[in-house]
């Protein structure tokens, strides 16, 4: 073999084990440090809380126990995968919120201390889905920093069934040419 040939040999032999190499971790969880992009800091996010779609990614019952971040919407790990499979308007009954999208940038996802968020983000990142956010140290930092949070926390529950009742004061044969006529009534609406 000449010179050129052998170090050409050497050259795709090394490109070969360097992708052979991160081929093999696709299924390791990705440990983003707070100045990649991907990280948002507990200043970012309540400075901008009305511009991100939360995503807590705990227990529905650890939510209600120990609180939640205003404005969140809860999508237990353990759930994660199914629901990514599902189709937008089931996800929307089961989970309250609209499905998130692979484009979207405003999704940031949380947990209590970041553990879990590292592992959605890579279920995610198999999924295609490669725009999200993660707070890193999560609710325990939001507490920490002094963010307001909404406590018993209120994860959406799917098996609540809401109904709608007309409080007004007319006469039944009223009430009901006043909503036929397009008139507004007074509402309250009952969780069972």
């Known amino acids: 073999m000449s010179g050129c040939y052998k170090a050409l040999h050497r050259a795709v032999m090394v490109l070969m084990f360097l992708r052979l190499s991160a081929t093999q971790n696709i299924g390791s969880v990705i440990e983003p440090s707070l100045d990649e992009p991907m990280a948002i800091t507990f200043e970012e996010?309540?400075?901008?809380?009305?511009?991100?779609?939360?995503?807590?990614?705990?227990?529905?019952?650890?939510?209600?126990?120990?609180?939640?971040?205003?404005?969140?919407?809860?999508?237990?790990?353990?759930?994660?995968?199914?629901?990514?499979?599902?189709?937008?308007?089931?996800?929307?009954?089961?989970?309250?919120?609209?499905?998130?999208?692979?484009?979207?940038?405003?999704?940031?996802?949380?947990?209590?201390?970041?553990?879990?968020?590292?592992?959605?983000?890579?279920?995610?990142?198999?999924?295609?889905?490669?725009?999200?956010?993660?707070?890193?140290?999560?609710?325990?930092?939001?507490?920490?920093?002094?963010?307001?949070?909404?406590k018993p926390g209120e994860p959406y529950d799917p098996n609540k069934i809401v109904t709608s009742i007309n409080l007004s004061t007319a006469a039944p044969e009223q009430e009901f040419a006043s909503v036929t006529s397009g008139a507004t009534m007074p509402r309250a609406f009952i969780i069972f």
Not at 50 to 72: A, H, L, M, N, Y
Not at 82 to 96: K, P, Q, R, S, V
Not at 98 to 116: A, M, Q
Not at 126 to 149: A, C, I, M, P, T
Request: proline fraction near 3%.
């Open 45 to 150: 996010l309540s400075s901008n809380l009305k511009d991100f779609t939360i995503v807590d990614i705990r227990r529905r019952d650890e939510v209600i126990e120990s609180g939640q971040i205003p404005s969140s919407h809860v999508l237990p790990l353990q759930e994660l995968e199914d629901a990514l499979a599902m189709n937008e308007n089931d996800f929307l009954a089961f989970y309250g919120f609209p499905k998130i999208s692979k484009d979207d940038t405003s999704i940031v996802l949380t947990c209590r201390s970041g553990g879990r968020v590292r592992k959605a983000n890579q279920i995610l990142r198999d999924h295609g889905y490669f725009n999200q956010r993660l707070y890193l140290d999560s609710y325990l930092d939001w507490v920490k920093n002094g963010g307001e949070v909404i």
